[in-house]
């Protein structure tokens, strides 16, 4: 099958399986390039499959040298369609770690039932007896709660009053305005049971309640904060209210996990493409000024790049864990910089349909955006025949 990338709004229905193999290389070879670290031999990370997860889990494979459980969500290859990326990933992943001789083993599902958890908890218990790291990466629309029985969707709106502001259609090369009116409180409400911290609290209950968590074990979560740009929709937004949830888990978990001596935190990361951010208005738009900016002052990042960070100088650093004022972990150090914020804002109202290659790396963001489904990557010959059923090597 010749695989080509099919676009609907902000999300692409097919995926190749070499490319996203390729991707996965690329990261490999990068934590490869650095220096190895005495991190976590034991690692859970939830949301393993794209994005942040996926990152941390080459990082914590490749550089630490970590046995890893990925858990993820995602689709296998049938008649009509090709795998979701995030399965394709795990299939490139586990077999370079295989490969490596690393331990990797990977549950796909809904990480939000019981019965995902369950299984998880099985497998830690049968190969590891205990987990000492647990990276809880998820990001969904939505989220069946597993005691309710409810169905929640998380809507990414503004609180309080509407939203308008720029955005881009970033594959029309569009400048557009958008207006959002503001959520009703059953939708914020609802945002935060899905990318609140519920979830992550009952995976680490769980755990501790199964004696599957080791001394000194640690649990990070991912935030965003962001810029004021972005504040409406993001940080004062239905998400910004989950994130503020995920941080109170955090202050809990922390109460809750002295008894291992271990600790939660939340790190705010960077903002970067994934399918998780390209489904936010304005933020697009916002990175490809970001990304403008950052590449041009050599400070550009990716999610790997971030998470070498966060294992080498954070999490596993000879340094005690630096926290800002609030308790967060900031990832985000080198975005927020003034220097990079205020050229930002210089850069924001002049942008427009005409100049949008220019002041902007919309380029760079679409590149991203479609690397994310394993095409526009070097070395991939995209008019070759290719097999889109794939196995996952600890599945079979
Ligand atoms: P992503 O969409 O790339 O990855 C999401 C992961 O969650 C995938 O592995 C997917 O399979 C998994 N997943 C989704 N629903 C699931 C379910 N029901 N059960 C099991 N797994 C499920 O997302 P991302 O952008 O890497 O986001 C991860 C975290 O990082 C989020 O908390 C996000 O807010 C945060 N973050 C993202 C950015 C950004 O710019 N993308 C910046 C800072 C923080």
């Known amino acids: 099958m010749i695989i080509q990338p099919k676009v609907r709004g902000f999300i692409c ?29 034991q690692v859970l990370i939830i949301g393993a499959s794209t994005g942040y997860g996926l990152a941390s889990r080459i990082a914590t494979t490749f550089a630490a040298g970590a046995k890893t459980i ?73 989220r069946l709660h597993p005691v ?43 945002t935060v049971a899905v990318m609140g911290g519920e979830d992550w609290a009952m995976w680490i209950d769980y755990l501790a309640q199964q004696d599957l968590l080791s001394t000194h074990c640690l649990t990070v979560a991912y935030s965003y904060i962001g810029p004021a740009l972005t504040h409406a929709i993001y940080k004062d937004g239905t998400i910004g209210r989950a994130k503020e949830h995920l941080k109170a888990t955090s202050d809990q978990l922390n109460q809750r996990l002295q008894k291992w001596q271990g600790r939660a935190v939340v790190s705010v990361n960077k903002a970067v493409v994934t399918q998780a951010s390209a489904a936010i208005p304005v933020v697009p738009l916002y990175i490809s000024l970001l990304f403008k900016v950052m590449k041009e002052k050599d ?29 967060y972990i900031r990832l985000d150090d080198l975005e927020m910089r003034l220097d990079v914020q205020q050229r930002i804002m210089t850069l924001w109202p002049q942008v427009t349909a005409e100049n949008l290659t220019q002041l902007t790396d919309i380029k760079g963001y679409c590149d991203d955006f479609y690397q994310l489904f394993g095409f526009k990557l070097e070395g991939v010959d995209y008019n070759v025949d290719v097999d889109p059923v794939a196995k996952i090597p600890s599945f079979t």
Do not use: M
Not at 308 to 320: C, D, G, K, T
């Open 70 to 142: 990925g858990v993820f969500f995602e689709k296998e290859a049938d008649d009509k369609r090709t795998a979701s990326p995030g399965w394709y990933h795990s299939v490139a992943f586990e077999k370079a770690a295989h490969q490596a001789g690393y331990y990797a083993k990977s549950i796909n599902g809904d990480a939000f039932s019981n019965s995902i958890k369950e299984q998880t908890a099985e497998l830690i218990r049968r190969d590891f007896k205990t987990v000492d790291l647990i990276i809880y990466s998820v990001a969904s629309p939505r």
């Open 148 to 190: 309710t029985g409810q169905l929640h969707s998380s809507v990414l709106k503004p609180i309080g009053q509407p939203f308008v502001g720029k955005t881009v259609d970033a594959f029309r090369n569009e400048i557009k305005e958008v207006r959002i009116e503001p959520a009703t409180e059953t939708e914020i409400a609802d």
């Open 299 to 327: 400070i550009h990042e990716g999610c790997i790049e971030q998470i070498y960070r966060l294992l080498s100088e954070h999490l596993y650093s000879a340094e005690p864990l630096s926290l800002d004022q609030e308790g």
């Open 13 to 41: 229905t097919t995926a190749h399986p070499v490319g996203c193999a390729r991707f996965v290389h690329k990261q490999i070879e990068y934590i490869r390039s650095k220096p190895s670290l005495s991190g976590p031999k």
